[in-house]
């Protein structure tokens, strides 16, 4: 009788203690800890209004371009042709030229693209009296290199 009793005894303890619930809570607000998370880092994608041309439409000419060079020691050049004293921060010279230029491209109906090029030493105010220069010749088109890799 004692065997019988020992063997009641074991195949009772090995029973399935049943469905624990508790960590199936904790995992299901884990993962909702981490969606809630992950929903900040989300990148939200805006709708940019834009209206393309027809085709047929415009008659599209080419740009005008033109290069600016502003050398260290002050010298402004345009298309490698110097204009104005290194010591003058007007550039009445260059202004009118620009202006000529940006009135020839409004007739023509061509935009004019300016790459200015200013070597590594030319100095700051240097390049924004150039772009003065271009301010008050109504042209905004402009691309900066400086030395010889574009920025």
Known sequence: ???DAMKHRIHSDASAPGFQIAPMIDV?????LFFMV????????RE?????PRSGTMVQFPAEEITLGILADGTVTLNEEAFDSP???ALPMLTRT?????ASSAQQQQPVLVTLQAEAQASYERVIDVLNSLHQAQIHNVTFIVGSEPL
């Open 98 to 102: 620009l202006r000529r230029v940006a």
């Open 48 to 52: 940019l209004i834009t209206k393309l």
């Open 38 to 45: 992950m929903v900040g880092t989300l990148k939200v994608e």
């Open 28 to 32: 299901v607000f884990v993962i909702m």
């Open 87 to 89: 010591q003058d921060k």
């Open 1 to 3: 009788m004692h065997s």
